[in-house]
């Protein structure tokens, strides 16, 4: 198990980081719920669900497509995702701009080196924690796919992580065709062979889950060359009010309006010390 006792010089330091991330989010961020009351909401991405369905509509094609392929074992071991992005609210804004460039870029991306830093730098142990103690032996991020006017640069997100996780090596994935929202195993592949040590327990990193396709299609692919473990961390999870309450109800949609920024441990650590 990793130390479980960070000092109180480094609590604090990390209590101070949150308030400051309170400060700039806390008006208009939602936090991802894994639990609703009423049992709205998917497990695995916090999206809208009917309450006799035990995953959303999305997460369950996923799967379907993903058994058919023979691959569903080889899905990520866990998805966490750090905020909703409703559109077209303030994150929907945050997560669509902070990668192109305008003047407000730099401020979200200011935004997103707080929601990265928490989860990977002040709740790293969490992370381990939830994970049977195994801490990430490597990270990557989803490069731009040939679809987008990004493609063949390097991603923001990769810069906006790479800082962050220094003391861990990169996985560099690279892109073979445009993006789907299919799993495909094709759609990506690896620069090179990485040694099994680095493979332990891949950190997969995204900006957006629409219907987590791309980002499962990486994480497969990522097994079949050797990862024995995977974690997506993806920074919000896009809502479709209109199409949440054509879909699954009026009542649902707008208990998606009502959510605020909790804060909390971003792995739902049980143990977190951050969380008292
Ligand atoms: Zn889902
Ligand atoms: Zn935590």
């Known amino acids: 198990m990793p130390d479980a006792s960070p000092s109180r010089t480094l609590l604090n330091a990390y209590s101070r980081f949150e308030r400051n991330m309170r400060w700039r989010l806390g008006s208009y961020a939602k936090t991802v719920v894994y639990h609703s009351a009423k049992n709205h909401v998917c497990p695995i991405c916090g999206g809208p669900k009917r309450s006799t369905n035990p995953i959303c509509y999305s997460c369950s094609i996923l799967r379907e497509q ?5 691959v569903e074992h080889q899905m990520a071991d866990q998805v966490r995702i750090a905020n909703y992005a409703i559109k077209f609210d303030q994150m929907y804004r945050v997560m669509d701009g902070y990668k192109r460039n305008r003047k407000e870029s730099k401020d979200y991306q200011e935004t997103l080196k707080y929601v990265l830093g928490d989860a990977l730098a002040v709740h790293r142990d969490c992370l381990a924690r939830m994970s049977g103690g195994i801490s990430p032996s490597s990270w990557t991020t989803i490069p731009s796919t040939k679809s ?3 493609y063949g640069q390097p991603h923001p997100l990769n810069g906006l992580v ?3 996780l220094k003391a861990i090596p990169e996985i560099r994935l690279l892109v073979n065709g445009p993006k789907t929202r299919a799993i495909s195993s ?4 690896l620069s090179e062979m990485y040694p099994s040590e680095m493979m332990r327990h891949v950190l997969l990193i995204d900006d957006t889950w629409t219907s987590g396709g791309t980002v499962e299609s990486a994480a497969i692919m990522l097994k079949q060359h050797g990862a024995q473990r995977v974690t997506i961390y993806c920074l919000a999870r896009i809502i479709d009010l209109d199409y ?5 109800g009026q009542e649902v949609a707008d208990g998606y309006s009502r959510l605020s920024y909790r804060g909390g441990c971003p792995w739902g650590s049980p143990q977190c010390p951050m969380v008292r």
Do not use: H, N
Not at 66 to 70: E, P, Y
Not at 186 to 189: A, L, N, R, W
Not at 244 to 248: E, I, L, Q
């Open 244 to 248: 949440c309450s054509r879909m699954v």
């Open 66 to 70: 993903a058994k058919a392929l023979g």
């Open 186 to 189: 094709e759609t990506f592949f």
């Open 148 to 150: 987008s006017e990004r």
């Open 162 to 164: 790479s800082p962050i």
